[in-house]
């Protein structure tokens, strides 16, 4: 009997793992084709639709900084449902992610341009942005821990790669749609927001999926013992701060480059290089495509070899990678870009494949939703936010893509050393908590 109840329960468990599995990779899927494709717009539309009057340098950075408020509003989102996804569960606090998200990118779509009310647009847009951001602060935590703590007794650093897979699928499924609608003449005028409108039917199908799923065992576990933490945000930074510093920083060579590869590379591929808008974009569609089996295959040798060892293997072909990559560009051999592009991605995953586990383990299941939120979400006010920023600074100030390119090693050059600080506990089992509170908390309000 008690064997036919462990077989019950393995099965249950496997099959509320799939479907985590399949809830956490498309919602991932559709909060970052939202993301990803505010940033193609902001490369290739907004400086002409928002920022008309300014010249090409101001107005790329006019755009790109409304792109990185985003990512300023990231940390904050993940403080935020950091505290209610440690604290009410990861399930409901991912359907709310999710429908911010959603619904803002939904919005972007119908903001009047400058044409139409001047400067207001540009301010809506950036408060869109700004709920874009709190929506993936705190999406990446719950999606990541609704896998792996389903998955926690298997291969985590492959099971919580798949959440990582949304960042590919998004950004194919981004880069598709606007490489389509780019052919039509009035892209500019209107066919832009075609795919922002269309969101909301891929957060509908999201939401559909993430209503079916149940809360994690991990999590039920801390609420059945009345261990939740009133203040988990608070009580994170006070045991972990050496954790959530340390994550933050070892994203630096995966972020701040991946950005400068499907971002900057739209401007600085038309604007400096005068390539065409279309090939670029299929460039960074079949780079994509490459990371859609790349991020899982890192994510699964990370289990083999080590989370440590992959992701400073991946940090080391950064650093090699950055003169290449420009080097190949500023070629303007249509063949070249398109390989360079292409390859780009390959060390980034090399990363992200194992990156989720290796920071979602280093905090206790409590504590989890939001330590690994604050820590993978810091990583965005010094990365992902400034590196389009700074690259055309880089590029304006120093008229040589080299700058853009220590840039890029010195980045590689701080994740090796916070990565090599940062302890692996990817062999331990991450059901038992670590520091067991000395008196029980109590249960959230309901």
Known sequence: MADS???????????????????STIGTTI????????????????????FPKSDPYVGALQAFATYTVGFIARPIGGAIFGHYGDRIGRKATL??????????????????????????GA??????????????????????????????????GFIASWPQFGVPAGLLLSNGIVAVFSRSPAFLAWGWRVPFLLSIVLVAIGLFIRLRILETPLFERVLSEHRIERQPVVEVIRRN???????????????????????????????????????????????ALVSLVSVPFFGYLSDVIGRKRMYML??????????????????????????????????????????????????????????????????????????????VYLLHTYGTSAAISIYIIITAVLTLIATALLPDRSKEDIAEERD???TPRMRPAT
């Open 31 to 50: 909060e970052w084709y939202d993301f990803f494709l505010y940033g193609t717009a902001a490369a290739l539309v907004f400086p002409h639709v928002f």
């Open 314 to 391: 991946g940090a080391l072909a950064m650093l090699i990678w950055a003169y290449p990559y420009f080097g190949m560009l500023n070629t303007r051999v249509p063949a070249l870009v398109f390989l360079a592009i292409v390859i780009s991605l390959i060390p980034h995953d090399m990363q992200y494949g194992p990156q989720a586990a290796l920071i979602a383990e280093s905090f206790t299941t409590r504590l989890r939703y939001s330590g690994a939120s604050l820590g993978y979400q810091l990583a965005s006010i010094i990365a992902g936010g400034p590196a389009p920023l700074i690259a």
């Open 123 to 156: 301010i809506l847009l950036t408060a869109l942005r700004v709920c874009q951001g709190l929506g993936v602060g705190g999406e990446w935590g719950g999606s990541v821990l609704l896998s792996m703590e389903w998955g926690h007794r298997w291969k985590r």
């Open 241 to 287: 701060p050496r954790e959530i510093v340390l994550s933050a920083l070892l994203r630096l060579a995966e972020q701040a480059p991946f950005y400068l590869f499907t971002t900057f590379i739209f401007a600085y591929g038309t604007g400096t290089l005068k390539l065409e808008r279309g090939l670029l974009v299929n460039a960074v569609t079949v780079a």
């Open 5 to 23: 109840a462990s077989s019950a329960g393995n099965d249950l468990e496997r099959s509320q793992l799939l479907r985590a599995l399949v809830a």
């Open 436 to 438: 067991v509170p000395a």
């Open 95 to 120: 359907i709310i992610t999710l429908l911010l998200m959603g619904i803002a990118t939904f919005l972007v779509g119908i903001v009047p341009g400058y044409a139409s009310i001047g400067v207001w």
